[in-house]
């Protein structure tokens, strides 16, 4: 069969749905399959080609975007105006969360490295879903918060780590000075 037509004629699997994909989002993760349905209703699919620049480091941040496919890199550029990769983001990654709930200016960059299909959430969507299904937007800030913090906690963790290396490294060397040797 002509692959033009068996596309065409191809039932769709749950696991080519876009519920089940928001389903494997941390964000998403408490959700049932009804309250998936309503989500799919808020969120906005983009296909963005190669190189594509999505928000500049310092522009307003109005939400977040999943990843579907493709690869997404995140990064800051340097005084000297060279680019220094933060992340390299793929399938299933999510970012710019917390621009979900406050506005914010964006703290990095970020760029499509091939066809990607991203999936936005944003503010203006989700403040307006709490009035009509407050319980559906109540689940998906606590899937949020449990999100951030969890990214909060890893990120103190990195800062410690490096923190031990700075300050050995500046540390004098000490001497062993022991006067029965």
Not at 30 to 47: A, K, M, Q, Y
Not at 55 to 63: A, H, I, Q, V, Y
Not at 111 to 123: A, Q
């Amino acid at each position: 069969m002509n692959p033009l037509w068996s596309n065409i004629f191809r039932k769709k699997t749950e696991e080519d749905s876009l519920a089940h994909f928001l389903r494997t989002l941390a964000v998403f993760a408490d959700l049932g399959r009804r309250e998936l349905n309503f989500i799919e209703t808020l969120v906005h699919p983009r296909h963005y080609a190669p190189a594509e620049t999505l928000f500049e480091e310092g522009d307003p941040g109005t939400g977040m975007y999943a990843i579907r496919s493709g690869r997404v890199s995140i990064f800051v550029r340097k005084p000297d105006g060279q680019k220094e990769q933060l992340a390299l983001l793929g399938p299933g990654d999510f970012f710019g969360e917390s621009t979900l709930l406050a506005p914010a200016r964006r703290t990095a960059s970020a760029r499509t490295l091939e066809n990607t299909e991203l999936i936005g959430l944003f503010r203006a969507d989700l403040l307006e879903a709490t009035q009509k299904h407050p319980a559906v937007t109540n689940t998906i800030l606590i899937g949020l918060a449990r999100t951030l913090s969890e990214r909060l906690q890893a990120a103190e963790i990195e800062l410690r780590q490096l923190r031990k290396v700075i300050s050995s490294a500046a540390a004098p060397a000490s001497v062993d000075i022991d006067p029965e040797s």
